[in-house]
């Protein structure tokens, strides 16, 4: 069975212990691969690794940089099938998602930051006929970047290259449930050019590394993505220690539809917005509040292409919704729906787990639920979503903002003062209007509240990888 290995130093190694984790496909349910169960000494001689690297990859130039960060977007595209199998396969998603998804970004990622580095400059002040100010950034040290599962190569590649781009070393950790696209990635670092301990990736439980990963002196920086309670942890772990940390956290997001939308485009986004990835992208709406006067018809409607959803075999390219990523988690959501009925709410379609080998829920919707219900507050990251009628601005919008998290919005109306208002009155990092997913890199994405701490994304993530000083120089 093939074994997932650590990559330290440029070279793949088995963790110190010899000891390997079982990695599962969800939609099989059977163990198909083995994944290094790291511990602290891994991460060590990873960080030392780092650490040595640092001194001369800090020294390259830009385009050096931005040329090996192409390279290894070249060298995923040349890899596509194989990355897109993969993908399906460790994490349950349908290959669709994988093959116009996960993959395709996960190149763009590093190609866009390959371009941004070389546009990245500190800004000048005008001396107001005192002096000149001006900035310069340049690269903080070895840095940590701890990914989740639901979009495994897309999150790891998106934290690694801009810290890349920006010149530090680092140490990854991708989830042990989805090792294997970060696995095949690293195979690829040499080729690319990627001079040894730059990169590192450590891969293992994330309670049994994360200490020694985010309180490690030699660590300047942890970007972590994940859920609010492992940020907690790290943003506790970091300020301990004095280091930077970015956190990309859980979500609750609300999809504001309005009588006046387009109906039919509002209906069809919810639907993508409610079941892609079987509900475990952190953006997707999960709580659907729509104005009374269509309420009915729009739920109907919902009902309705829920029924056409079909769940299989992701590698099947006719199927729409896959496996969710594991036992644990599928019986996680499987448990909140025992909670909404207890909540009084009503199961409308779905509620339960699909008839099919490996670990797959059916899409659910429920409605008649209050919005302070625990079902309409925690994240179930699933393919579940609430449906709730309302009647005014002033309501909906206690409601969007009545939950711990504060991360995506959606708003659907044709009437642009009236999305506008509700846009500012949102707590969000980012609200669509008329949409849902749109994403230009260039602008910072993160969450409020319990979503977030710092943003992501064009330069925002370059100066989070970079230190910033300020030189003054008298007239
Ligand atoms: P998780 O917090 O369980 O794990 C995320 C990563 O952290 C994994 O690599 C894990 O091994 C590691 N980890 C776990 N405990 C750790 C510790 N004590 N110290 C250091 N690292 C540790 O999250 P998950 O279940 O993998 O992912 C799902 C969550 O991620 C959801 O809450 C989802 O909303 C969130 N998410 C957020 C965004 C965003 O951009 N805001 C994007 C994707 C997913």
């Known amino acids: 069975m093939e074994k997932i290995l650590n990559f330290i130093n440029g070279e793949l190694v088995e963790p110190v212990s010899g000891n390997f984790l079982d990695n599962v496909n969800p939609s099989t349910g059977e163990v198909y691969s083995l994944v290094s169960d790291s511990d602290e000494q891994d991460v060590n001689k990873a960080i030392e690794a780092a650490k040595n690297a640092f001194p001369s990859w800090k020294k390259t130039t830009r385009e050096e940089r931005a040329d090996i960060l192409r390279k290894l ?57 005192m002096g000149e100010n001006y900035l310069e950034y340049s690269p903080i ?24 781009a920006a010149g530090n070393t680092v140490v990854a950790k991708p989830s042990e449930v989805t090792p294997m696209t ?47 309670a492992t940020g907690k942890i790290i943003a506790k772990n970091c300020g301990a220690h004095m280091k930077k940390y970015s956190l990309e956290m859980g979500g609750k997001n609300p999809n504001i539809i309005f009588a ?29 509040f729509v104005e009374r006067s269509i309420y009915q018809k729009f739920k109907e409607g919902m009902i309705e292409k829920a029924k056409k959803l079909r769940q299989g075999d992701p590698l099947d390219p006719k199927t729409h919704q896959g496996a969710v990523v594991s036992e644990a988690h599928m019986n996680k959501i499987i448990s909140f729906f025992d909670i909404a009925i207890e909540e009084g ?43 709730t009628p309302f009647d005014n601005e002033e309501e909906v919008t206690t409601w969007a903002n009545s939950t711990e998290y504060g991360l995506s919005a959606s708003i ?62 008298k007239r």
């Open 412 to 473: 659907w109306t044709k009437d642009d003062a009236k999305a506008r208002r509700m846009a500012s009155a949102i707590d969000s990092g980012v609200v669509w209007v008329n949409t849902w997913l749109m994403r230009d890199l260039r602008t910072p994405f993160g969450g409020m509240k319990e979503s977030g701490r710092g943003r992501e994304g064009g330069t925002y993530a370059l100066k989070f990888y970079s230190d910033v000083k300020n030189i003054c120089i």
């Open 73 to 129: 977007s070249a060298l995923i595209k040349e890899n596509f099938d194989e990355f897109v199998k993969a993908e399906s396969t460790d994490n349950g998603k349908p290959l669709k998602v994988s093959e116009n998804v996960d993959i395709p970004r996960s190149s763009k990622n590093l190609e866009y930051y390959a371009d941004e580095i070389l546009k990245f400059e500190g800004e000048k002040f005008s001396d107001e006929g």
């Open 345 to 387: 709410g009503k199961i409308l379609i779905g509620g339960k787990r699909a008839d099919l080998p490996g670990f797959f829920v059916e899409p659910t919707i429920i409605e008649n639920l209050s919005h302070d219900c625990r079902t309409n507050q925690e994240e179930i990251f699933g393919p579940v979503v609430t449906i």
């Open 260 to 288: 006046d939308c387009d109906f039919d485009e509002a209906l069809s986004v919810t639907m993508r917005s409610s079941f892609a990835n079987q509900g475990q992208i952190c953006l997707c709406g999960s709580r659907i």
């Open 182 to 228: 970060a696995y095949m990635f690293t195979k690829l670092c040499n080729e690319a050019g990627l001079p040894k301990g730059v990169l590192n990736v450590i891969h293992g439980l994330g309670h049994k590394v994360g200490d020694a990963l985010t309180t490690h002196p030699d660590i300047k920086a942890v970007s972590f993505t994940g859920s609010t």
């Open 141 to 164: 040290g070895p840095v940590v970047s701890i990914s989740p599962w639901n979009l495994p190569l897309y999150l790891f590649t998106w934290k690694i290259a801009p810290a890349l």
